[in-house]
């Protein structure tokens, strides 16, 4: 028997579900292709991280409502973009009901496990988006140190992986430890402003060091080209490293 897959609408705001009480993705209504979900606002940090036009390439495992994928498309037309999702149904709701595109010459979704996608491709991305549950709300073996290095190997000289982490039991430590080890120390993660979740960056290349002006005048420039708010993120990247202080350096 297949998994169940809900729809749901409550002021304004359409939400994906499967078969559970946890939110896949959302939409509002009148706006649907901003980010409408605070966890996605923050995946999308690595903007502050790096300076435009970065990225040029960019592979989400993951669909779920196509929420990131359209804001990419939308606002970054220099973005190439690759989706991986595993299930058909989740892409067909996507399109139908969350007005996800279809594909062009600058998006392609690829219907195939992650896992078999990784393992097989020899291309490159400078982000590197991981948001993937089963119907339980659990990554499997997307969570390993050895799925984590793969993707650190498919990363360009700048790129970032930026992961949504989610545990019923809201215990990421193992999470965390496995990204820091496949990441050589070179990661950090912190607290969504969604209940629950957790947002981890992982980097490779060029060192990161951002003070926290910096980063609030790079979170105004986001905002005036994209839309995206991302200056409440600043101060979550800012604690996100106890020894950090008013510094971001990853």
């Given amino acids: 028997?297949?998994?169940?897959?809900?729809?749901?609408?409550?002021?304004?705001?359409?939400?994906?579900?499967?078969?559970?009480?946890?939110?896949?993705?959302?939409?509002?209504?009148?706006?649907p292709h901003t980010l409408e979900l605070p966890y996605t606002r923050e995946m999308m940090a690595g903007l502050l991280m790096r300076e435009a036009p970065w990225p040029r390439r960019v592979l989400s495992i993951g669909l779920g409502a196509g929420s990131l994928a359209k804001f990419i498309h939308r606002q970054l037309p220099d973005a190439i973009h690759s989706v991986v999702e595993i299930e058909p149904r989740v892409l067909a709701i996507a399109r139908q009901y969350f007005r996800f595109p279809a594909d062009d010459d600058r998006l392609q979704v690829h219907l195939e496990d992650g896992l078999v996608f990784m393992a097989d491709t020899d291309e490159r991305w400078d982000l590197i988006l991981l948001d993937a549950y089963d119907h339980d709300v659990r990554q499997g073996p997307l969570n390993s140190i050895e799925f984590y290095r793969c993707l650190r190997e498919h990363l360009t000289d700048d790129g970032l992986l930026s992961a949504n982490l989610f545990n019923r039991g809201r215990r990421y430590e193992g999470t965390v430890a496995r990204l820091e080890y496949a990441f050589d120390q070179r990661s950090l993660a912190f607290n969504s402003a969604d209940h629950g979740n957790m947002i981890a960056f992982g980097a490779v290349g060029h060192p990161i060091e951002l003070d926290a002006a910096e980063l609030r005048e790079r979170a105004i420039a986001v905002q005036t080209a994209t839309g995206l708010d991302l200056r409440p993120t600043v101060n979550r990247l800012l604690s996100a490293k106890a020894d950090s202080g008013e510094w971001l350096r990853l």
């Avoid at 078969?19 to 009148?30: I, P």
């Fill in 1 to 31: 028997m297949e998994n169940p897959i809900d729809i749901r609408e409550e002021a304004g705001v359409r939400f994906l579900h499967f078969g559970t009480e946890w939110v896949q993705g959302a939409m509002r209504l009148r706006s």
